[in-house]
């Protein structure tokens, strides 16, 4: 009896057909932005040329306009779209609005759905995702934003937020309060839907970063805002999900943001080793060429092995994700070892690079600001470590191994 490895024939043929599209849509248009280009216009074709080839909302089930994929395909998929800044936007599956549609779909009311799912899944509006504050951090329970029921019909809300992705260019915001500080603590929570602009919702500033940033960063990604929530009104029809499970929620669309961050970063991390393989076949340096030197080529299996063991892991936690089966211990593990391992692939192709990797004349620097935060997002590297290693501990007290929580129990 063997394991089979085999990825179906249907997800291998949409994996060709998404790389193909990023290769010769997506890059080029990167490039004619880089130019000076309209964004809008630039997006706008992409996205007409994506939706004809039928490829729009990879995970979105194909009634309400998707390509209907399941976890493994929608993998793949994932894992191409990150090797372009345009890739996950021109197919309607950047985030935060990928996660978000995902908890619509899952949550919302017929109502709901309607008017808000709907011009998401046809691209007409984004969606930011309120939960973070400064109070709370990786937290989300300690958050003190407060929502109390007015009559029947509405909702005040009043309270801070901090690290709102992608509030600058959203219109809609879905934003978690506490309704009841009396319920057990994960009970506490509930999630409103909030038209934007809306004055009860105030953007204090777009926080600066390390990131590099330039005149599109903002509009791509859409910041990291600090919001100002003050006598905001949200009509009772706008609770997503019934009062009290709004940490519920949010943590089932967090633990998908950070396998789309992860599958992005191996993407990313294969660019990031495609460009540096190709700068140490040309350049000569006392008398040989770079890639003649066992040092570097000990640095690119070092790279190549890092993307090996991130590709397996993906793919095991969408094997299990297709069976239904448990995967928080292994969306833990590989949303750590996901986010460094873009980071050493990256740092060694700008290390590679020498001093152009340094410079803005390639993606590489660039890149290298914006990963360091894939530690932090959705959850940071100690968080994770310390429930990944609580899982352990609480295996060997049940079954006197850690197999079940290290691995031994694959599938």
């Not at 540096?276 to 040989?288: L, M």
């Not at 066992?294 to 793919?315: I, N």
């Amino acid at each position: 009896m063997s394991i089979d490895f085999e990825i179906p024939p249907e997800a291998k043929a949409v994996r060709e057909k998404v790389r193909q599209w990023v290769n010769d849509e997506c890059k080029p248009a990167e490039k004619r932005l880089i130019e000076g280009g309209d964004y809008k216009t630039i997006l706008g074709e992409l996205r007409t040329k994506a939706r004809a080839q039928g490829l729009w909302c990879p995970f979105i089930p194909k009634e309400h306009g998707g390509m209907g994929l399941g976890p493994l395909a929608n993998a793949l998929v994932q894992m191409e779209l990150g090797e372009s800044y345009l890739g996950a936007l021109s197919m309607n599956t950047q985030g935060p609005d990928d996660a978000t549609m995902m908890t619509l779909l899952a949550h919302g009311t017929e109502y709901q759905k309607e008017k808000f799912l709907k011009p998401l899944l046809n691209g007409e509006k984004r969606i930011c995702y309120s939960m973070t504050e400064k109070a709370a951090g990786a937290d989300a329970t300690g958050m003190q934003t407060r929502a109390v029921k007015d009559g029947n019909e509405n909702y005040v809300l009043n309270g801070e937020k901090w690290f709102s992705s992608a509030a600058s260019v959203a219109d809609i915001a879905l934003v978690m309060a506490k309704t009841d500080p009396d319920a057990p603590r994960h009970q506490q929570f509930s999630t409103f839907i909030v038209e934007l602009p809306n004055p009860g919702y105030r953007i204090i500033r777009d926080i600066e970063t390390m990131a590099a940033e330039g005149p599109l960063s903002h509009i791509l990604g859409g910041g990291h805002s600090e919001i100002e929530i003050k006598d905001l009104v949200v009509p009772a029809e706008n609770l997503l999900g019934g009062e009290g499970n709004g940490f519920n929620m949010g943590q089932h669309r967090l633990a998908y943001g950070r396998l789309r961050h992860g599958m992005h970063n191996v993407s990313m991390a294969q660019r990031a080793l495609d460009l540096a393989t190709a700068h140490v076949t040309k350049r000569t340096t006392f008398g040989k060429r770079l890639a003649e030197r066992q040092g570097v080529q000990w640095m690119l299996a070092d790279c190549a092995s890092e993307l090996y063991m991130a590709r397996l892991m993906l793919l095991h936690i969408a094997y299990k994700a297709e069976k239904g089966m448990d995967i928080r211990q292994e969306n833990s593990i590989a949303k750590v070892f996901l986010a460094h391992m873009v980071h050493k692939v990256v740092d060694t192709a700008i290390q590679l690079h020498g001093a152009l990797g340094y410079s803005m004349d390639t993606p590489l620097a660039r890149w290298y600001t914006h990963i360091r935060s894939q530690r932090l997002v959705d959850g940071p590297d100690e968080v994770h470590r310390w429930t990944v290693g609580r899982n352990v501990i609480k295996a060997f007290e049940r079954d006197g191994t850690t197999a079940a929580a290290a691995g031994g129990d694959l599938i």
